[in-house]
């Protein structure tokens, strides 16, 4: 079992930056891949930033260039650099982690981009 808590949502004007974090009860080290989602309201979730272990990263054509997603293996902890905000990326967003075959999700943190 893994559990995941995320943290870093709120509310943020159009243009501006937030930092989701994500910490893991495990080692992240060991995990096969860690990823982000989003749902909107009225909407499917999706993916939003997905790394692996071997290196792999891949970004959402709608937050690239815009959006970073690191981690932090001595603090088990994976990050979501989002700048440039806009209106559209409001959502729910969850973390998401591969461990052993199984999928393990946060609870979810909202972001909110307003003016």
């Known amino acids: 079992q893994v559990q995941l808590v995320e943290s870093g949502g709120g509310l943020v004007q159009p243009g501006g930056s937030l930092r989701l974090s994500c910490a893991a009860s495990?080692?992240?080290?060991?995990?096969?891949?860690m990823g982000w989602y989003r749902q909107a309201p009225g909407k499917q979730r999706e993916s939003v930033a997905v790394?692996?272990?071997?290196?792999?990263?891949n970004y959402a054509d709608s937050v690239k260039g815009r959006f970073t997603s690191s981690s932090n293996n001595a603090k088990n902890t994976v990050y979501l650099q989002m700048n440039s905000l806009k209106p559209e990326d409001t959502a729910v967003y969850y973390c998401n982690v591969v461990y052993e075959g199984d999928d393990y999700w946060g609870q979810g943190t909202q972001v909110t981009v307003s003016s």
């Open positions: 495990g080692s992240i080290a060991r995990m096969t891949a």
């Open positions: 790394m692996t272990r071997v290196g792999y990263r």
